[in-house]
């Protein structure tokens, strides 16, 4: 009964790197979400995704970063020519398909540092 | 713009007290809360939640409170224990957004003193 699965758990990157966040949710669970924690604050919504689809990208920076999830595989986040800023934790959660309200469970994220 | 508010960064219990933590909102359309409790270095664990034609949620330890009219909500934990000890988030779901976009408090880190 594994979690969501994110890896790697932590990820050092130059500034002008790319840097890509996998996360694979939990069997069964087809709605994935990424969000982002900066230092001293709390979780930031990132984007919504579906199997091959986008649903919500209103919390995603509009310029380098960006997110999938493919039919087979995990769901991918990418961040382009990072830059200090993009610092911070990365969190995936993954939850059924469901019509009702729901929590979603979380994987132990992607410490992200941009040196 | 914070919807979701936790004004205590901080909070030190006695182990076997009453641990209470806060949190309040500003979108009266907000139709579902949780509870999620982090430990360092690891993901947001969920803990309770409520929905908002409820005004109480109990789970053993745990119970969460919501007073609507104040946009209030709060989490006890009776008896408090020093595996408690995590930061707590609040988080709220928005029914116009369609989605599971949750909007998170910044946290309160409880201490647990044995």
């Known amino acids: 009964n594994a979690g969501v699965m994110q890896n790697p758990r932590h990820l050092v990157r130059r500034r002008g790197q790319e840097a890509r966040l996998r996360c694979s949710p939990m069997k069964g669970h087809s709605h994935v979400y990424w969000y982002r924690q900066l230092p001293e604050e709390g979780l930031k919504f990132m984007v919504y995704l579906q199997k091959e689809n986008i649903i919500d990208e209103s919390g995603m920076p509009k310029e380098r970063f960006s997110a999938e999830f493919p039919k087979e595989g995990p769901s991918i986040l990418r961040i382009q020519q990072v830059v200090r800023g993009d610092s911070a934790a990365y969190f995936c959660?993954?939850?059924?398909?469901?019509?009702?309200?729901?929590?979603?469970?979380f994987g132990q994220g992607t410490r992200l540092t941009v040196v | 713009d914070q919807q979701v508010k936790q004004n205590s960064p901080s909070l030190s219990v006695q182990e076997g007290r009453i641990s209470i933590l806060n949190c309040d909102y500003t979108n009266s359309m907000f139709d579902y809360f949780l509870w999620y409790k982090k430990y360092p270095a690891e993901g947001p664990t969920f803990l309770i939640s409520i929905s908002s034609i409820k005004d109480k949620n109990e789970d053993g330890r745990f119970t969460v409170f919501l007073n609507k009219s104040a946009k209030h909500l709060s989490l006890h934990i009776v008896p408090s224990q020093p595996g408690d000890s995590a930061v707590y988030f609040c988080a709220a779901s928005d029914p116009a957004s369609g989605t599971y976009k949750y909007i998170f408090g910044t946290g309160t880190r409880l201490k647990v003193l044995a």
């Open positions: 959660a993954s939850s059924p398909a469901y019509r009702g309200r729901i929590e979603a469970f």
